[in-house]
Structure formats: structure tokens, C-alpha cells
């Protein structure tokens, strides 16, 4: 522990620190930050922290974030069901919905398979998916079956090594159903990440996406 600083605040920059990205000069920062806030400033900063943490949760159709019951775009009814896009992170979700050109609905990971990562199939929300396409099939089977039927998967992971062998590993999981399974169109530049592509990026990538 470094002595120049107090103990409490210390402890401020290490918590900052074990932000992804953030490093021990970036964490001073926002430490520093912190304290020239007024008292009340400073409570509804942690306040907001602790509402985020205690009111958010996963959605039980598409884990995405939500504070209800289910998301807002698994609860829009406008949405085509039929089609479900699949994206690695809650914050991928936001990204493609700024292009404005997708109406269907969503399933986040939570994560991609990783080796180095120690990030296996079973660590992200595989099985979910599958679950959700296989309640689908047996909706076009059966009337009396609560579930819409999915007719396309959209892999839509990074296009880096992990997020394709992801979305290969998933598209190979996904070949005994009777659904089209694409992926995007590499409008995003390889080793790139969805969460920073522009609307437009976004919007040729979801036109060009290709079956795998």
C-alpha cells in the first residue's frame, strides 16, 4: 500500500483499480474525483451504485438486463420472436439496437468460450439458447405449447478468434433444428467488438449476415 495517501482512500483507488481498463493512474483519478464531490453527491453516487446492483437482474427469455419481470424488447410485442440475434454481452444488445434496423429479439452469452480465459461452453449461456430454439420447435409442433417458434439464429459475436469459435461451436449445437443459422457479415474489421461499431457498421452487418 502506498503511504502517501490515507489508508481510506487507498482502499477508494484499489476498488477503482479492479475496473476493467483501469489502471493505478486512471484509478487516482477517479478518486480524487469521488472526494471533491459534496456529501450529497457522493451518497447519491454510491446510492446509484447499490440501486444498479440490488433492482437489475437477468431477463428469463433472453438474459439481458431488465428490472421488471422480462426485458423491454422481450415484452414488445411488435418484435418478430422468430428471429433471435445472439450477442456475447448486455452492452452488444444496446449497440445493435442504435442501428435501428433489427426488429427481432435477443440472447446474451454472458461471456464467449475462452480457453485462455478458463471460459468454457458450460460458463456462458449456451444451454439456454438451446432450450429456447428446441421450446420453439415444439411450439410449430404443437399448438398447445407456450413458446414462439425461432425460424434464424443471428450469431452475432465479435469477429475475433473467440467470438468465432463461438458462434461456430453454437452453429454446430444448433444443426439438428430446422432453423437458419447466420452470422454477421464481417462489415465489422476483424479483432473488432459490436459494442464499438458505428449504426451503420452495424446496419450492412446485419444486412450481409451469411449462413454458417
Do not use: W
Not at 437482474?57 to 415484452?75: A, E, F, S
Not at 456462458?124 to 421450446?135: G, S, T
Not at 459475436?157 to 433444428?177: H, M, Q, S, W
Amino acid at each position: 500500500m502506498n503511504d502517501a495517501f490515507p489508508a481510506a482512500v487507498e482502499q477508494l483507488i484499489s476498488q477503482f483499480a479492479r475496473l476493467p481498463g483501469v489502471g493505478r493512474k486512471s484509478a487516482q483519478r477517479l478518486a480524487f474525483y469521488i472526494l471533491s464531490l459534496s456529501d450529497g453527491e457522493a451518497e447519491a453516487f454510491g446510492q446509484a451504485v447499490l440501486d444498479a446492483k440490488r433492482q437489475t437482474g437477468l431477463c428469463p427469455v433472453c438474459l439481458n438486463l431488465t428490472d421488471g419481470q422480462r426485458c423491454r424488447i422481450c415484452r414488445d410485442e411488435r418484435r418478430d420472436a422468430a428471429t433471435v440475434c445472439v450477442v456475447s454481452e448486455p452492452r452488444d444488445v444496446a449497440a445493435i439496437e442504435r442501428a435501428r434496423e433489427y426488429r427481432g429479439v435477443y440472447h446474451v452469452l454472458h461471456g464467449v468460450i475462452s480457453p485462455a480465459g478458463n471460459k468454457s461452453p458450460d460458463d456462458i449461456r449456451i444451454r439456454e439458447l438451446l432450450e429456447r430454439v428446441r421450446a420453439g420447435e415444439s411450439a410449430s409442433e404443437d399448438a398447445a405449447v407456450d413458446a414462439a417458434p425461432i425460424t434464424e439464429v443471428i450469431l452475432a459475436t465479435n469477429p475475433d478468434t473467440e467470438g468465432d469459435t463461438t458462434a461456430l461451436y453454437i452453429a454446430r449445437l444448433l444443426k439438428p433444428f430446422s432453423v437458419r443459422v447466420t452470422r454477421l457479415a464481417y462489415g465489422i474489421p476483424i479483432g473488432g467488438h459490436v459494442e464499438f461499431a458505428d449504426a451503420a457498421t452495424l446496419s450492412r452487418s446485419l444486412e450481409g449476415r451469411r449462413e454458417i
